[in-house]
């Protein structure tokens, strides 16, 4: 068998050879790392540059389109405003007082761009307020006379009749002489339905020698009205009735000559004169009276 024997010196090159091609593919991947790095990097940043120098072309296209919206969309809520106004008027809602302001004036320079859209927003909220208000008062006021509305006797107690005799002075049907009538009479056949003319609660249903079956509706405020001569009674004292509720049947009890309603209506206790409720009813045509 033969044997080679290498002198030391050989070896240390080889090694020395080895480490240096080792350390120069290290180093070649560490610059081709840093090469792709810094073109992603260069590529990134060119890109953002280009979008940042786009930007400002887009953006203006933008809040030229958002601000011509905003101009319309506050003209629509203008006219809402003034048909709100309108409507409070109409109900007669107290219009709300504008806000106290004041100061030097210090015009400032034109708004533009993210400041104009700015502007045109806050004017559109301060518009949006205005007609918020203005229709809340006018719900209120309207809820309010439709109360004041139900509890006035202002619709016919019995359909379709007319007025026989009216409120004050008139012969008395019975005695043939002159005397005061307390309420207005309205003819119709036995059984005819009465109405009330108003809402409220009733505080008496009941019989009485001169009214005969009788009801008082009291309707608030010192306002009664009263339902006589009735033939039949279809509510109890303390019980609530709506406008147009079928209380009772036209009838011929108590001092009477003949089927018919004797209407009342009654101020703090005092009959006044019912033709000046009814005049108001729906249709707003005053009720025909004949004496």
């Not at 070649?28 to 992603?40: F, Q, Y």
């Not at 302001?101 to 761009?113: D, I």
Request: hydrophobic share 40%; with cysteine.
């Amino acid at each position: 068998m033969g044997l080679f024997i290498l002198p030391a010196g050989d070896q240390a090159v080889a090694k020395l050879r080895t480490v240096s091609a080792r350390r120069a593919v290290l180093a070649g991947s560490l610059l081709l790392t840093a090469a792709l790095a810094a073109g992603a990097f260069i590529g990134y940043h060119g890109g953002r540059q280009a979008a940042l120098d786009a930007a400002p072309t887009i953006g203006q296209g933008s809040e030229r389109v958002l601000t011509e919206r905003l101009g319309t969309l506050q003209g629509k809520v203008l006219q809402l405003e003034s048909k709100a106004t309108d409507l409070a008027a109409r109900v007669g809602a107290p219009l709300p007082d504008a806000e106290p302001a004041g100061g030097p004036y210090q015009p400032l320079p034109e708004l533009g761009g993210t400041d104009s859209l700015l502007a045109a927003l806050v004017q559109l909220e301060s518009t949006t307020n205005r007609v918020a208000q203005l229709l809340a008062a006018a719900a209120e006021s309207a809820k309010n006379r439709g109360t004041e509305r139900m509890a006035l006797p202002s619709r016919m107690p019995v359909a379709g009749s007319r007025i026989s005799s009216g409120f004050g002075r008139r012969i008395d049907p019975i005695t043939g002489r002159w005397a005061r009538h307390t309420g207005i009479d309205f003819p119709a056949p036995s059984g005819t339905p009465i109405v009330a003319s108003a809402g409220g609660r009733v505080s008496f249903a009941g019989y009485r020698p001169a009214y005969g079956y009788s009801i008082d509706i009291d309707h608030g405020n010192g306002l009664k009205t009263r339902y006589a001569h009735a033939k039949r009674l279809n509510v109890r004292r303390g019980e609530l009735v709506l406008p147009g509720q079928t209380i009772g049947q036209v009838g011929s009890t108590g001092r009477s000559t003949g089927a018919h309603l004797h209407f009342e209506v009654l101020r703090q206790g005092q009959a006044v004169e019912p033709r000046h409720y009814l005049a108001a009813a729906t249709s707003g045509q005053p009720a025909c009276c004949a004496r």
